[in-house]
């Protein structure tokens, strides 16, 4: 998706996934997570009527927005007082994946939405994403990255999950200013808000145990909180799409 600075021109690209729950959903089953999981579309954040369509609990939330000037700024400006992450083990309170492939920030953005919280705890025994999480463990950042890198049932997945979209896909090569942010409900209550792009994972605030990540707090502290500060850093462009992450329809 969006061009990611810190990810050298010359490194492998993927073509981008589109934030489609069909294509989501057939990613993560492809990859280890039972199909009692699945993606939905979230069509508003404020009608009640709309989200209740949404099935819950939320565990996650998959944002993609264009990348705007607005963004940028806040972005670096925040994490400028930020050291770089270099979690890694059991203990770790949340998994974070740095970015190193091209237009890959949807793969990790799902990637944020299955490694953390309830979903984790769901995924099938032996499976691909069973593998690569166990083996991603204990990694710091840098390795944690390489292993993704290097990953050919990653790199075969995504490849297929991308070819399922409602639109011509863009070339891998083709820079696409969308980017793709996973707000993550963690198996400590916490909400963080999981980016590639960032100098590791960023904590939003406490959840109650009730409050998923499609509660008013989680709202507040995640999706709205995002929007508000591109509207006060005066973006005009505040179009986004949203899939959430929780029981199937099925």
């Not at 009730?210 to 508000?228: I, K, P, T």
Request: hydrophobic share 40%.
């Amino acid at each position: 998706m969006a061009d990611n600075p810190d990810v050298e021109s010359t490194n492998k690209a993927f073509v981008p996934l589109e934030n489609n729950p069909e294509v989501m959903t057939h990613l993560i089953h492809q990859l280890g997570l039972p199909t009692t999981l699945a993606f939905t579309d979230v069509y508003s954040i404020d009608e009640p009527d709309l989200l209740a369509f949404v099935p819950r609990p939320s565990h996650a939330l998959l944002l993609v927005f264009p990348v705007s000037a607005t963004y940028e700024a806040g972005r670096i400006t925040e994490d400028s007082h930020l050291p770089d992450y270099t979690g890694s083990g059991p203990t770790e309170p949340v998994m974070w994946f740095k970015q190193t492939i091209r237009n890959a920030c949807g793969l990790i953005g799902l990637l944020h939405a299955v490694a953390n919280g309830e979903p984790r705890r769901q995924i099938i025994a032996g499976s691909d994403l069973d593998s690569l999480l166990q083996d991603a463990e204990g990694l710091d950042p840098v390795r944690r990255a390489d292993l993704l890198y290097e990953s050919k049932a990653l790199e075969s997945a995504h490849a297929d999950a991308a070819r399922l979209g409602d639109t011509q896909a863009p070339l891998a090569e083709e820079n696409v200013d969308l980017h793709f942010v996973a707000f993550v409900k963690g198996a400590d209550g916490r909400l963080w808000e999981l980016d590639g792009r960032r100098k590791g994972p960023l904590e939003r605030g406490v959840l109650g145990p009730g409050e998923d990540a499609l509660s008013e707090r989680a709202l507040e502290l995640g999706v709205r909180r995002f929007l508000q500060v591109e509207a006060r850093g005066g973006n005009p462009d505040l179009r986004f799409s949203l899939v959430s992450l929780g029981p199937s329809f099925d």
